[in-house]
């Protein structure tokens, strides 16, 4: 088990770049989250999937931010035209369904994206 | 929409002084509640969580938490604090509409010698 790795670790962009981030849940886990997370904050829900199956989204969730999960395994972020606002703390974690809504949301180290 | 509030941004206590980081809910029926700690450049880890069952919950490195209907509380306790507690605490509660969590803005431990 090696846990929820996220790549990159940190991105620095101009505004008005495209980034994209990477995440690669737990084996076996089937739900995927992400969550953005600020300075002084909490870490705030984006979106989640069930395999590739996107269930939920977020009003944070602007027509700028896409995400994916293609084959059911590994997710990407997209933030198009990235504004300054856009600077966090992005955050996956994965869960094994079956849980229930009780189950165990497991964390990666996140990806910091500061926006220039 | 379910969510929690974190009254204290920050706590100081000394080591080897008891610890009690409070959270409470608002929710009308029962919960599902999560403590995770963060330490800097480290992913949220879980440390417990409670949706039905004994009221009072154990978790990893020490730590309990207590559910309290009566208070809308869930508030995180350790008797006896190390110096590596020192992180950020949050407390979390599952959203109505499926499996996202609602987080607190946490809680900031300074342990001092």
């Known amino acids: 088990d090696t846990g929820v790795s996220q790549n990159p670790r940190h991105k620095i962009t101009k505004r008005g770049q495209n980034v994209t981030f990477r995440c690669d849940p737990i084996?076996?886990?089937?739900?995927l989250y992400w969550y953005r997370q600020t300075l002084g904050q909490g870490p705030e829900f984006l979106t989640y999937?069930?395999?590739?199956?996107?269930?939920?989204k977020s009003r944070l969730l602007s027509d700028r931010f896409s995400a994916e999960r293609p084959k059911g395994s590994f997710s990407t972020l997209e933030i198009q035209r990235t504004e300054q606002g856009d600077s966090a703390m992005y955050l996956c974690?994965?869960?094994?369904?079956?849980?229930?809504?009780?189950?165990?949301?497991?964390f990666g180290p996140g990806t910091r994206l500061l926006v220039l | 929409a379910q969510s929690v509030t974190q009254p204290d941004i920050h706590i100081t206590v000394s080591e080897g002084a008891s610890l009690e980081l409070r959270c409470n809910y608002s929710?009308?029926?029962?919960?599902?509640l999560f403590w995770y700690v963060q330490s800097p450049g480290q992913g949220l880890q879980l440390l417990l969580k409670?949706?039905?069952?004994?009221?009072l919950v154990q978790g990893i490195k020490g730590f309990e938490a207590e559910f309290k209907r009566s208070q809308s509380s869930f508030n995180l306790r350790k008797p006896s604090v190390h110096w590596s507690d020192a992180a950020e605490y949050f407390c979390?509660?599952?959203?109505?509409?499926?499996?996202?969590?609602?987080f607190g803005k946490g809680t900031s431990l300074l342990v001092t010698p």
């Open positions: 974690a994965s869960s094994l369904a079956g849980g229930g809504r009780g189950e165990t949301q497991y």
């Open positions: 084996s076996e886990h089937n739900r």
């Open positions: 999937f069930q395999n590739e199956a996107q269930l939920e």
């Open positions: 929710y009308g029926a029962t919960p599902y």
């Open positions: 409670y949706f039905s069952g004994d009221t």
């Open positions: 979390a509660v599952v959203s109505n509409s499926g499996y996202a969590l609602n």
